[in-house]
């Protein structure tokens, strides 16, 4: 998902937007043939994710620019390691930094909290996914990171899958429509490889949907109790998605229901980026 030419494309743009006539910091402070050596450094505890995005910074900046990464996507680190070395022309370096530590901190933050999540579901056999809440234009990048840090990705957008929600099924009843009946015409009209999936919100809902032949049904907003009683329900006719109030608090409660995925909006729309910093040196030209 996470190709060179779409890290490309996105970090270009933010470049252009960072610096769309250049640096003017750097033009009027820094020598043009001055020197830079900096390190990517922790400053908290974490789990890594956009390497490739940060060095891409510094590539598409200047590539003369020199990045040597220290540790990769997925590794854990603590406060203090150095996660990349940074060498080449001042003015490039420093005008990259932000970019790279922007990207860096925020995949970082959520591929840290999605650590957090599959460590506390850890020996339950529920997975972590994410949702489509993602920063626009940002997706891929924030799905990554999602996956550095243990968990799975949902659909990656609206043509990859089915998925009726409340609002689709509120248009069937307005029209008069069985959802039994809809979910089957709709079965018909799928191609083999597109997977149906259809969100349910109240325990009566289940029998219908089953009968519609879904290949995942997701039980939004359900209790613990119901969960349960949903899980029991299906009975391994379909795999079962719980949504709506995950927390860390309460995931781990919630895959004890034996539900097979837990999805959370969480882990892109409300994370904290980490805290990473850019220490440079610089120097008279070489």
Do not use: Y
Not at 10 to 35: I, K, R, S, Y
């Amino acid at each position: 998902m996470l190709t060179t030419a779409h890290i490309d494309r996105v970090v270009a743009a933010a470049l252009a937007e960072d610096a769309p006539w250049g640096d003017a910091t750097g033009e009027a402070f820094l020598p043009a043939d001055a020197h830079a050596t900096a390190q990517l450094t922790a400053r908290e505890a974490g789990v890594l994710a956009g390497i490739d995005v940060a060095g891409a910074a510094f590539r598409l900046t200047d590539p003369s620019i020199q990045v040597t990464a220290r540790a990769a996507d997925g590794d854990s680190f603590t406060a203090g390691q150095v996660l990349a070395e940074i060498e080449g022309p001042a003015r490039a370096v420093l005008q990259a930094e932000r970019i790279a530590l922007n990207f860096a901190q925020r995949m970082s933050g959520i591929a840290t909290l999605t650590r957090t999540f599959v460590d506390a579901v850890e020996g339950t056999g529920a997975r972590i996914t994410d949702t489509r809440k993602t920063t626009p234009g940002l997706r891929a990048l924030e799905r990554h990171a999602v996956r550095c840090g243990g968990g799975v990705n949902h659909r990656f957008s609206l043509s990859d899958g089915v998925m009726a929600k409340d609002n689709h099924l509120a248009v069937l009843r307005s029209q008069g429509l069985d959802l039994t009946e809809a979910i089957r015409a709709a079965r018909e009209r799928l191609g083999h490889m597109t997977r149906l999936e259809v969100e349910v919100d109240r325990i009566d809902q289940i029998e219908p949907v089953l009968d519609g032949g879904v290949d995942v049904i997701m039980l939004d907003n359900f209790s613990l109790a119901d969960l349960e009683r949903g899980v029991e329900i299906v009975g391994g006719r379909a795999i079962v998605e719980a949504s709506g109030n995950v927390t860390l608090e309460t995931v781990g409660d919630i895959a004890r229901t034996g539900v097979d995925v837990i999805s959370s909006g969480a882990l892109t729309h409300s994370v904290r980026s980490l805290d990473l910093g850019l220490d440079a040196t610089v120097s008279a030209a070489r």
